[in-house]
């Protein structure tokens, strides 16, 4: 995260509809983050007007909500939208943000939310590499990486990566492996070059394979 994101309030864009019946108790909430200084600034568009605009976003449903790096829809109580302008201020805020999206299986929330804020797309390295984490957010980082094969986004988690190629547990040193010849980088070669002599047969096979891909 930026270095004075800790400092400076998080930004809302708020998509509503007539007839929603949730919408008016999130903009409420938000209304009142707004008065408090907790945010920033709040842009409210009902996409009944302007249907332009969800198509941008790719919004289906509403109530749809970004704020500051996360991407939230239907109804957020104004005590639940307060938690979310904290986690927004801080990289664990944010890992967690993702690990309940991932959890849920909610790829393409977690995409959307990448395409706004490419730059928290470290937090995927951190679940991806913590043996502890549930298998769901595990696979779910990976899926997300597979999504982002060749992109800048992960073309800018090379470093995370290459630092995940060094971890005790053999998987995390493989699924490090497979993503890194997912960025179609050749900047890795030396790495996964490295990994073909690992101790674990899994982790040379994945480099062999990362390095056909490259």
Not at 136 to 154: F, K, N, P, Y
Request: proline share 7%; charged share 20%; aromatic share 2%.
């Amino acid at each position: 995260m930026p270095a004075d994101s800790a400092l400076t309030p998080p930004d809302a864009l708020l998509l509503i509809a007539p007839g929603c019946p949730h919408c008016p108790t999130v903009l409420q909430g938000l209304s009142e983050l707004l008065k408090s200084g907790r945010i920033g600034r709040l842009e409210v568009v009902n996409i009944g007007i302007h249907p332009d605009v969800a198509q941008t976003h790719n919004v289906r449903a509403v109530p749809w909500l970004r704020l500051g790096p996360f991407v939230l829809t239907g109804l957020q109580s104004p005590a639940i939208l307060a938690q979310w302008v904290e986690r927004s201020q801080s990289n664990d805020g944010v890992n967690e943000y993702l690990r309940e999206r991932l959890a849920d299986g909610d790829i393409a929330g977690v995409l959307a939310t990448l395409q706004h804020t490419p730059h928290i797309a470290n937090a995927l390295v951190h679940w991806l590499g913590d043996p502890q984490a549930e298998l769901q957010v595990r696979l779910g980082a990976a899926a997300v990486i597979e999504h982002l094969e060749g992109s800048d986004t992960l073309a800018g988690l090379i470093d995370a990566l290459t630092a995940l190629t060094t971890h005790v547990d053999p998987r995390m040193r493989m699924d490090a492996a497979y993503a890194l010849g997912l960025t179609h980088n050749p900047a890795v070669r030396s790495t996964l070059e490295g990994l073909r002599q690992d101790t674990d047969a899994s982790v040379r096979e994945t480099a062999e394979d990362s390095l056909l891909a490259l």
